[in-house]
């Protein structure tokens, strides 16, 4: 099948290549993020999407285990259409696929580190790279660790979040979605004085030296100075970008676990990720959605555009020449 050759239905198990699109009707069929061949066939692939389905490191509401089936189920739509304001079909030249969930014993919590780290060290070997979904937002330490043996330590974060989530925890063994940046920096896996956390409105006595552009701060000096400070602090460092939906307002992103008033709204987030096309991204993930606590799928729908910009962003880099080769 040639690569572009338009299918009319279930492209996520239908279409042989990676490459192109298929004719869905948005509300039926086989449902995959984007609608990207569903597949674990890593040859010649760009970017692997896929999903982390846990939720027993969360401090609050649980739930976010139903995160990835909730964002890919609202991404359908972005499948149809050509995303907004690109206006080009990322999918015409950069192979996507979805990878599918990794697969957890959660009825053995020691266990979920390593296995999250073991499916990342797969999808980052054969060359592609990792947009993963959500999922608390624990499973961004296991992440780093497999993106920093792939790029070295010392990674720059690009985070968004209503939560710095560097609060000490010094346990080795233990899930907590509010410490996985502290144990981070002490393992040396991110360098916090060229890493910026976006959206922040709640205390901690040490951020680490993370530069920090709380909501405030965002909300005062407007998106384009919000870009000009993230560009200056990572330049040209590989970085890593990690989403947390608690940082858009409750109005914005009610299903989530630890909500928090005051936050960014989906416009101001979404015109400052489209301000980050000159950030070397490595990888990135979108947490925290729990369909539960959900209205009418809006956070689900602000997750998956989220994770769509993530997709032409990451397109965008490598088609500049500038992301390094696979």
């Known amino acids: 099948m040639d690569k572009r050759e ?32 569903y597949t674990k066939d890593l040859t010649g692939i ?34 149809v259409l050509l995303p907004y ?25 020691a266990t979920v580190k390593e296995t999250i780290v073991a499916h990342a060290r797969t999808i980052l070997a054969s060359g592609a790279k990792m947009l993963t979904l ?32 560097t609060w000490p925890d010094d346990q080795p063994d233990s899930l907590n979605h509010g410490s996985m940046f502290y144990k981070a920096v002490k393992e040396g896996l991110i360098d916090p004085q060229r890493s910026v956390q976006i959206g922040i409105r709640t205390w901690n006595d040490d951020f680490m030296g993370f530069h920090v552009l709380d909501a405030p701060w965002v ?12 560009v200056s602090v990572v330049g040209d460092r590989p970085a890593y970008f990690t989403f947390d939906v ?30 980050l096309g000159a950030i070397d991204l490595i990888g990135a993930d979108v947490v925290e959605v729990a369909p539960a606590y959900d209205h009418a799928d809006i956070t689900a729908l602000a997750a998956a555009h989220v994770a769509s910009e993530l997709v032409c962003l990451f397109r965008h880099r490598a088609m500049s020449g500038k992301g390094g080769a696979r």
């Open 219 to 230: 909300h005062e000096h407007g998106v384009r100075a919000t870009i000009e400070r993230i």
């Open 46 to 79: 760009d970017l692997a999407v896929t999903g982390v389905p846990l939720d027993i490191a969360t401090t609050n509401r649980p739930g976010a285990r139903l995160g990835p089936r909730a964002i890919r189920s609202a991404s359908s739509q972005l499948g």
């Open 85 to 109: 304001p690109w206006g080009v079909n990322p999918f015409d030249d950069y192979a996507v696929i979805d990878y599918g969930d990794c697969w957890l014993d959660v009825h053995n919590p």
């Open 246 to 275: 608690d940082s858009l307002d409750p109005a914005f992103a009610p299903g989530t676990g630890t909500p928090v008033p005051g936050g960014l709204s989906t416009a101001q987030a979404f015109a400052i990720m489209r301000g």
């Open 134 to 165: 959500g999922g608390d937002h624990y499973i961004s330490y296991p992440l780093l660790v497999a993106h920093a043996q792939k790029y070295g330590k010392g990674l720059s974060v690009v985070h968004f979040d209503a939560h710095c989530d």
């Open 6 to 37: 338009v299918i009319r239905g279930d492209g996520a198990i239908r279409r042989e290549s990676p490459y192109g699109s298929s004719k869905e009707n948005t509300y039926a069929g086989v449902v995959s993020f984007m609608r990207r061949l």
